[in-house]
C-alpha cells in the first residue's frame, strides 16, 4: 500500500514539475499546464466513489493490478504523444490522458483503507493511514528533484518515461503476492488472525447494498469530514502542485535548486504524516473516538493556515520554504485521523465511503487548481496563499461539528481500546 501511493504521487507530480520544460517548447502557457492537472483531478475526483465500489466488487488484488496498468499507460503516453501531434490537438489529448490517469488513480487510496481495515485492528488504523500518507508525502517529494536532474541530464521526455519505469515492478510483484484479506493470504497464522479482534466480522462487502450506501451519502458526520476534507484539500494541491512554480517564479530559484528546495514541503508533509498517525491511535486509545479523531484536525488546520500567510510574508526565500513546510506538515498531520474516522463509520463499506470522502476532497483540488493557475499567472501569488489559509481555518473549525460515534451507519459497537504496543 505504501509503495502503490508514492508511485501514484510521483506519477501526478510529474507533469508540474516537467512544466518547466514542457511550456517554452510546446508553446503551452501555465494556464493550460493547471488545465492538465486539473484534467487529472477531474478524473481522480470523479471516479472515487466508483473506484471504491469497483475495489469491494473485484477485491483489491486484482483492482490494484488493472488500475496501476491503466495508470502506467497513461504515463507513457504524456511524452510518446509529443511527438506525435502538436498545437491544440496536443492539448486536448494531453487533456484526455491526464483524464484516465485520474480515474486509474482514483481507486487507489479508497481500496488501500479497505485492505487496512481488514488487516489492522480499529486502534492501529490512524498510524497505518499516517504511514501510508507518509509514502504519499515522500514520492511528492522525491519528484521535484528527481524530474529537475533527468530533464537537466536528458530532456522532459526522458524524465517522465524513466520515472514511470518502477511501477512494472511493483505491479507484478502485487499480482504475485497480494492478497484481500488476512485470510486469503497463507502466510498468516491462526495467532495472527486472532489479534484482528472483531474485523473478520466487517469483512469486505463485496455485494453492494444500495440501501447502505445511501445511508452512507446522508449521514451527517461522513458529509461533515467530507466537506472538511475538501477544503484541506484545497490547500494540499496549492502546496503540492505549485510549491516548485512558486519556489522559480516569485522566489527565483533555479530550476535544480528549486527542485531540491520544493522537495522540503513533501518532507514535511510526510513527517506530519507519520506523526498524525501516531499521535491518531493514541489519542484514540485516550479519548475514544469522539475527540481522538477531532483533536487533530482541530488544531493541525488552523495552524498550517498561519504558517501559509508567514511564507508569502517572510523576506527571505529560504524562511519562505520553512514555513511552507511546516504549513505541509500540518496539513497531513490530519491524513490518518480523517481517514480512520471514516473507517470507523462505514467499517465493511470502507471502501465506498473513502470514496465519497476523496471524491470531496478532491473537489478542492477542482476549485484550487484553476483558482491557483490563475493568479499565479497573473503573479498573484499572495492572494492564492491567503485565500488557502482561510480554507485551512474552515477545515479545523468544521471538526467541532463532527461526532464519529454519532452515527447512523456504524454497524457494530467498538471499544476505543489501545492495541497492543500503542501506548
Known amino acids: 500500500m505504501c509503495a502503490f501511493a508514492f508511485i501514484a504521487h510521483v506519477q501526478r507530480q510529474s507533469i508540474t514539475i516537467a512544466s518547466e520544460r514542457m511550456m517554452p517548447e510546446l508553446a503551452f502557457s501555465q494556464f493550460q499546464i493547471g488545465m492538465l492537472y486539473w484534467a487529472f483531478v477531474a478524473g481522480y475526483a470523479g471516479f472515487q466513489f466508483l473506484g471504491g465500489l469497483y475495489g469491494q466488487r473485484v477485491g483489491a488484488r486484482y483492482a490494484f493490478v488493472a488500475m496501476s496498468i491503466v495508470a502506467f499507460s497513461a504515463m507513457v503516453a504524456v511524452p510518446t504523444s509529443s511527438l506525435i501531434v502538436g498545437g491544440s490537438a496536443l492539448f486536448a489529448l494531453l487533456m484526455l490522458v491526464q483524464f484516465v490517469l485520474g480515474i486509474a488513480q482514483a481507486p487507489i487510496f479508497p481500496v488501500s483503507a479497505g485492505v487496512l481495515e481488514s488487516w489492522f485492528p480499529v486502534g492501529r488504523w490512524s498510524l497505518v493511514l499516517g504511514l501510508q500518507a507518509m509514502f504519499m508525502n515522500l514520492g511528492s517529494a522525491a519528484t521535484p528533484p528527481l ?15 524513466w520515472s514511470s519505469l518502477p511501477a512494472v ?49 446522508r449521514d451527517r458526520n461522513l458529509l461533515g469530514i467530507t466537506l472538511s476534507y475538501l477544503c484541506m484539500n484545497f490547500v494540499f494541491y496549492l502546496l503540492s502542485g505549485w510549491s516548485f512554480l512558486y519556489l522559480v517564479q516569485e522566489r527565483h530559484f533555479t530550476v535544480l535548486e528549486g527542485g531540491w528546495l520544493a522537495s522540503l514541503p513533501p518532507v514535511g508533509a510526510a513527517l506530519g504524516a507519520g506523526v498524525g498517525g501516531v499521535l491518531g491511535s493514541r489519542l484514540f486509545a485516550r479519548f475514544g473516538a469522539r475527540w481522538g479523531f477531532r483533536l487533530i484536525p482541530l488544531c493541525a488546520m488552523p495552524a498550517a493556515g498561519l504558517a501559509l500567510i508567514i511564507a508569502v510574508e517572510a523576506a527571505n526565500p529560504y524562511w519562505a520554504v520553512a514555513a511552507l513546510t511546516v504549513a505541509f506538515a500540518g496539513v497531513e498531520l490530519i491524513e490518518g485521523p480523517v481517514w480512520a474516522a471514516t473507517m470507523y463509520i462505514a467499517r465493511a463499506d470502507t471502501m465506498a465511503a473513502t470514496g465519497l470522502l476523496n471524491t470531496g476532497g478532491n473537489l478542492g483540488g477542482l476549485i484550487s487548481i484553476p483558482l491557483v493557475a490563475y493568479l499565479s ?47
Open 147 to 161: 524530474i529537475a536532474q533527468l530533464m537537466h541530464s536528458f530532456g522532459w521526455r526522458a524524465a517522465l518515461l
Open 169 to 217: 515492478g511493483l505491479i507484478a510483484w502485487w499480482a504475485w503476492y497480494g492478497r484481500n484479506t488476512p485470510r486469503d493470504h497463507r502466510s498468516v497464522s491462526a495467532e495472527e488472525l486472532t489479534e484482528l479482534g472483531d474485523v473478520p466480522a466487517a469483512a469486505v462487502a463485496s455485494r453492494i447494498d444500495w440501501s447502505r450506501m445511501g445511508r452512507l451519502v
Open 377 to 423: 499567472g497573473n503573479h498573484e501569488w499572495t492572494a492564492a496563499f491567503v485565500l488557502a489559509s482561510v480554507f485551512a481555518l474552515l477545515s479545523g473549525l468544521i471538526w467541532m461539528w463532527i461526532d464519529a460515534t454519532d452515527s447512523g451507519c456504524i454497524q457494530q459497537p467498538h471499544q476505543p481500546e489501545a492495541p497492543s504496543g500503542v501506548a
